[in-house]
């Protein structure tokens, strides 16, 4: 079946830092590929997307590469702010699945000033 | 702007009380889901609505139910909450032929149960 890998945290950064977060997947069909960011007490926002091999998603300031060859697609941001934090989750969705999304378990992100 | 909605944001029920959730989307989208998700866990799909095909999980227990009386609008009822049915439940939509299927979510409802 489909699954989603990625790292646990929390992750705790000081203001203006480079942020990574790492997602692998495993998919039977070939997958467009998501990150979501969840702000406390809310619901899940769109972060990016990409659809294909090599495509790089990208908003504010945010960017993963759909990796084909390693099955990755890894979000980066170079100078994370106080108002990054929030929980991350990367996820996929296989067309052939009725478009429902696998998601992995979610990487909390904490920002200090 | 088109959206989806979740009212009420947050809802509070007794043990045993059935509650009812509501969703609505001017996205005109014609699939329709529901999720439960704890704690910033990942969320959990209960079930979801292709047009007016209804589909269940394998795993959503029987004491959760849902309608879709239109394309707009789809409900979850909880026909006797337990204290572990505490959670948000987040309502998503997505629409055939989107070319990545993504999935737009409400702001959700926090369910406490008492």
């Known amino acids: 079946g489909d699954s989603v890998t990625q790292m646990e945290g929390p992750v705790t950064l000081s203001e203006e830092a480079f942020l990574t977060i790492n997602c692998t997947y495993t998919?039977?069909?070939?997958?467009?590929l998501f990150w979501y960011v969840q702000y406390p007490g809310e619901g899940l926002q769109l972060l990016l997307k990409?659809?294909?091999?090599?495509d790089k998603g990208s908003n504010k300031g945010f960017e993963a590469t759909y990796r084909k060859e390693t099955t990755s697609f890894h979000l980066e941001k170079g100078s994370v702010q106080v108002s990054d934090s929030a929980v991350y989750f990367c996820?996929?969705?296989?067309?052939?699945?009725?478009?429902?999304?696998?998601f992995g378990g979610g990487t909390r992100v904490l920002v200090k000033p | 702007d088109a959206m989806v909605i979740q009212n009420p944001r947050y809802q509070v029920t007794q043990f045993g009380k059935p509650v009812t959730l509501s969703c609505s989307q001017t996205?005109?989208?014609?699939?329709m889901y529901w999720y439960q998700q704890k704690s910033s866990q990942a969320p959990k799909l209960l079930f979801h609505?292709?047009?007016?095909?209804?589909?269940n999980e394998a795993d959503t227990p029987d004491n959760f139910q849902s309608r879709r009386p239109n394309t707009s609008f789809c409900f979850l009822d909880i026909r006797s909450p337990g204290l572990g049915d505490a959670a948000m439940y987040l309502c998503?939509?997505?629409?055939?032929?989107?070319?990545?299927?993504?999935?737009?979510f409400g702001p959700g409802t926090r369910l406490t149960v008492t």
């Open positions: 998503a939509t997505s629409r055939e032929g989107l070319a990545a299927y993504e999935q737009y």
């Open positions: 996820a996929l969705s296989v067309q052939a699945a009725g478009n429902k999304l696998t």
């Open positions: 998919a039977t069909g070939y997958p467009s």
């Open positions: 990409a659809t294909k091999a090599d």
């Open positions: 996205l005109n989208h014609n699939v």
């Open positions: 609505y292709y047009d007016k095909d209804f589909n």
